[in-house]
């Protein structure tokens, strides 16, 4: 029976980005190029007070070139492989509709479709595989009320919500590896002077301090998994000026 790798947790405090060893070898790879195919469609209708567009793409990769992870002398290293091929395929719709003239609402909706083909690397079969990083679904939505003053200004008061379903950090698609669905809100409030060009504010960023993985990196060869985090919950304030 194996032993679990043991897990480092790194909570993000600047920036999302995970460490990953360096490459100590590169398999030779060829580039082939891959079918392309989108169409989409803008629309205003209503006077104008409703935007909406829509798009859809197909996209199909022949010999795509991915990073894959091995363990070679007892370490763990990257090699550049060639991941035979892949479809990804999926459409996106995005609304902005203004039913009273302070109330501004958006939200936007991503589908994706995004497999691996027929993908043998390192001893290892990661053919119909879903791609690192390609969340089945996306949503987001906002509501932005303009509040005009006697004086010319104006209160701006903004909340938005984000959601990802399930993620992917590695070609295997192992469970320990991967972040399930989440849910990030924000919301600003600030003060428009009466010639646009001065605002400030405050603003709340992961409002209720979600905590969820934005990279892996998986040191198979040490027994480690590293793991880092978004940032926590953030409350500032902010200065601008508009040129």
């Keep these: 029976m194996s032993t679990p790798p043991t897990t480092v947790a790194i909570r993000a405090a600047a920036s999302s980005a995970a460490w990953r060893p360096p490459p100590r ?96 690397t390192e001893g290892k079969d990661f053919t119909g595989n879903w791609l690192p990083q390609s969340p089945k679904v996306t949503f987001n939505a906002a509501a932005t009320w303009v509040a005009p003053l006697a004086n010319g200004a104006s209160v701006v008061a903004n909340v938005d919500a984000n959601y990802s379903s399930k993620v992917y950090f590695d070609n295997s698609n192992a ?18 002077s009466p010639d646009q060009k001065i605002e400030a504010g405050a603003f709340a960023r992961n409002l209720f301090d979600k905590t969820y993985k934005v990279a892996i990196s998986n040191i198979d060869s040490l027994g480690v998994d590293l793991l880092s985090y978004n940032r926590p919950r953030s409350l500032g304030v902010f200065l601008r000026y508009h040129y």
């Design 175 to 192: 469970p320990r590896l991967s972040q399930d669905a989440v849910w990030i809100a924000g919301a600003q409030l600030s003060w428009r």
């Design 25 to 120: 070898r590169c398999s030779p790879t060829t580039t082939r190029p891959s079918n392309a195919y989108e169409l989409g469609l803008k629309s205003e209708f209503l006077n104008r007070r409703v935007r909406l567009n829509v798009s859809g793409f197909y996209y199909d990769y022949k010999n795509q070139q991915v990073f894959a992870q091995t363990t070679r002398n007892g370490l763990t290293v990257l090699v550049l492989d060639n991941a035979a091929n892949s479809k990804v395929y999926g459409g996106e719709a995005e609304i902005t509709a203004r039913p009273i003239q302070p109330l501004t609402l958006s939200a936007g909706m991503s589908l994706l479709h995004a497999k691996y083909g027929d993908y043998f």
